[in-house]
């Protein structure tokens, strides 16, 4: 029988990367992140000027653009644009505004609808990022929805961010978090909500190994 896959969206700073990426290794399948493949469009877009208003551009863009995962020598995840590997460029704050932003379009949504159910054809595997559940994969077996309070959610990527050496003030890393929640769960195509069939998982209060031995009861208890 194929294995089975797992679903998990949220908001921004819920923990879904370091959850999902560690549920997954747990469970040998395999981890996509699918913000990055928004994230790399708006990358992309951001390079040649294109910004997430222009839809024409936008389209000549994803004409001429093949996005694609490939491991590299310690089994990490890479992205890579029509073969240049970006996935250093895509974590800071102005490409996550421009993910949000571009990921409204329907366009978008639809160019990379197909990519991600390729991705997930043949099972075994832990999708993370907004609409996982409700419209990739709807017929996904596990299904979780990751989130967490506003406020530790931008304590969480603040770190990150200062981590990884960007300087940004925690106040606006707030501030950007609440309008991505709102970009990500107003717009009209596929917005950020939990599929009906969700688990609700609030990390607000639990670490990182809490929430992933909750995610692997689950599909422990109901797969084998
Ligand atoms: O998960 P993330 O923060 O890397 O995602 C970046 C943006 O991409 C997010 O603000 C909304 C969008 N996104 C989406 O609309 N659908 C997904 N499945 C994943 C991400």
Known sequence: MKKPLVTIDGPAGAGK????????????????????????????AAGKGVGPDDQKGLARIMAN????????KKGDSRLLA???DITDHLRGNEVSML??????????????LD?????????????????????????????FFLTADPAVRAKRRHA?????????AYEKVL???????TNDSTRAVAPLKPAPDAVILDSTKKTVDEVVESILALVHEIHE
Do not use: C, H
Not at 33 to 44: M, N, P, Q, S, W
Not at 99 to 112: E, G, I, K, N, T
């Open 17 to 44: 990367t370091t959850v999902s990426r560690e549920a997954a290794r747990r469970l040998g399948y395999s981890y996509v992140d699918t913000g990055a493949l928004y994230r790399g469009l708006a990358f992309v």
């Open 65 to 72: 653009l093949t996005l694609k995962f490939e491991k590299d």
């Open 82 to 84: 029509n073969s240049r």
């Open 99 to 112: 993910a949000s932003a571009v990921s409204a379009l329907p366009a978008v949504r639809q160019w990379l």
């Open 115 to 143: 990519l991600q159910r390729n991705l997930g054809r043949d099972g075994a595997a832990v999708f993370e990022g907004r609409d996982m559940g409700t419209v990739v994969f709807p017929q996904a077996r596990f299904k």
């Open 160 to 168: 990150e961010l200062v981590a990884a050496g960007r300087e940004i």
């Open 175 to 181: 501030a950007d978090i609440i309008t991505r929640d």
